[in-house]
């Protein structure tokens, strides 16, 4: 139907071309052809726009959720596709292929996943040949794959980034009579400050165009309420705030379930493995618990590594040599006899400074400290997060408005954390009470030091355990309640 519904466009958009040639053509020989060539533009334009906005009875119940980005790598929107599937909308989900998405997500009969390229510009002259290029190309690629779609009630499309789907939206939703949602994540042009520097001419284009073509959505969606009063006081845009809010994957995780992941992490992760297996002993055994083979019973054992766990993608917005510079500090302090455990510290995620980091992390020479970088399928994650001691969160926002997601799935998991300070960081981490706040390698080294001390007593005596007390105790909002406050009435409005 909708294939069918594009090549009827595509020819009717041809015929306009041609009448509008022929009509410049014409239009020389006399006023009478003229008029005949305007008429017949006009009723083609007409007739383009019916066949665009043709709507059925199942239009309100159809909506497009986009990013222009890795599906998988963008949780916020899959739990945004699977909200709107829980309410029995159809949702198309348009973007980049690469890392598999939830499982949840694939197998939801409602939810149909529409991959476009990541194209790329002229590889020739100068570099912003190649972005224009690039642009352009995106742009039409992603306007024909709206337009090949049934006609949706809303297109919810994430920014960043921004370039250049906001425009192409918005201009797909004026031709269908859809409305349009900007989920704002952060600000895409300062983004591309930490490369470029805020005084560079292809950031204060960004800058302008978040800010002109952003006024034309229907509605807006953010992460904070800085954000909220930054985009209503700079921008005029009024926007609801939507806190990322953990979904119910996310949970502590049973020691059964530990045991279970730490035996399938063991065969690819040598950090996991146990060291000094016996003959004989049938015990089934990781660095952190054992199973009994008498009874099956599992137990974390004493002398278990404490398990330190951060999530990264690897940007400029996340400088990891801070964690690095406070293990070889943790490093010293075992050194010196401090009643600490070993560590071994899990970063998680994928992107482009990952390669840099490890080459940083192989030249390290710990005896106590042990690091790994692992990607997790995304029905691993919240188990790991779930299993772990202690969370760490290096996300320093470009903007200094956005929240870091992976600090509210560690909440989720009632996982304490340790996260570098920033602007709005007191909307999500309460320093002393669900967590601690630093500002630099030092800071930071001291923290681990004080939360670890005496491990694994301290999950039950110490800050440790106190803090995750506090987030037993806080309960909170989980995300189907919170979007079902704030995003279902936007799209059931008249």
């Not at 809303?154 to 425009?167: A, C, D, R």
């Not at 940083?360 to 020479?365: A, F, N, Q, V, Y």
């Not at 005896?367 to 997060?385: F, G, M, N, R, S």
Request: aromatic share 8%; net charge negative; with cysteine.
């Amino acid at each position: 139907m909708a294939d069918a519904g594009a090549s009827m466009t595509l020819a009717t958009i041809s015929l306009i071309g041609f009448a509008l040639l022929a009509g410049f053509y014409l239009t020389t020989l006399n006023a009478l052809w003229t008029l005949i060539s305007v008429t017949v533009t006009a009723v083609l334009v007409s007739q383009l726009l019916q066949k665009l906005r043709r709507r059925d009875a199942l239009t309100e119940r159809r909506v497009c959720v986009l990013v222009l980005g890795d599906i998988g790598r963008s949780p916020r929107m899959q739990y945004h596709a699977l909200s709107l599937s829980k309410h029995g909308y159809s949702v198309t989900f348009v973007g980049f292929p690469g890392t598999k998405p939830h499982q949840d997500v694939i197998g939801d009969e409602r939810i149909t996943i529409i991959p476009i390229t990541e194209l790329k510009g002229l590889q020739v002259g100068p570099r912003v040949v190649s972005y224009v290029t690039k642009v352009i190309l995106q742009s039409l690629q992603l306007l024909l794959v709206l337009l090949k779609t049934d006609v949706q009630s809303h297109i919810l499309m994430q920014n960043p980034p921004g370039l250049p789907s906001i425009v192409v939206t918005w201009l797909v939703c004026g031709l269908r009579g859809s409305r349009f949602i900007i989920d704002w994540h952060n600000y895409g042009y300062t983004i591309m400050a930490l490369s470029h520097g805020p005084d560079h001419p292809i950031v204060r284009l960004a800058q302008w165009y978040e800010q002109l073509f952003g006024r034309l959505s229907s509605h807006n969606l953010c992460v904070t309420n800085a954000m909220k009063e930054d985009l209503q006081n700079n921008w005029n845009i009024r926007a609801t705030t939507l806190y990322d809010k953990p979904p119910a994957i996310f949970k502590e995780t049973s020691v059964d379930l530990k045991h279970q992941l730490f035996m399938r992490l063991a065969k690819t992760i040598p950090q996991f493995r146990f060291c000094g297996e016996r003959p004989g002993d049938e015990t089934e055994r990781t660095a952190f618990s054992c199973r009994d083979p008498s009874d099956f019973s599992v137990t974390l054992t004493s002398g278990r590594p404490a398990l330190l766990i951060s999530s990264t993608s690897w940007t400029e917005d996340e400088d990891f040599s801070i964690l690095l510079k406070a293990l070889e500090d943790y490093e010293g302090f075992v050194e010196a006899g401090a009643s600490l455990p070993s560590l071994v510290c899990v970063i998680t995620g994928k992107g482009p400074q990952k390669d840099h980091y490890r080459k940083l992390i192989d030249t390290l020479r710990f005896e106590h400290v042990k690091i790994c970088t692992p990607w997790l399928e995304a029905e691993d994650y919240p188990v790991l997060l779930g299993s772990a001691d202690l969370g760490v969160c290096l996300h320093k926002s470009s903007s200094g408005l956005d929240l870091p997601m992976k600090v509210v799935d560690m909440f989720g998991c009632c996982l304490p954390v340790c996260a570098i300070h920033f602007y709005c960081l007191h909307e999500l981490v309460k320093h002393e009470e669900n967590g601690l706040i630093f500002k630099d390698s030092e800071e930071l080294s001291g923290q681990l030091k004080s939360l670890l001390w005496d491990f694994p007593d301290c999950e039950d005596e110490g800050k440790l355990g106190q803090f995750r007390r506090n987030l037993r105790a806080s309960g909170g909002q989980r995300w189907d309640q919170n979007w079902d406050q704030n995003v279902l009435p936007l799209l059931t409005a008249p």
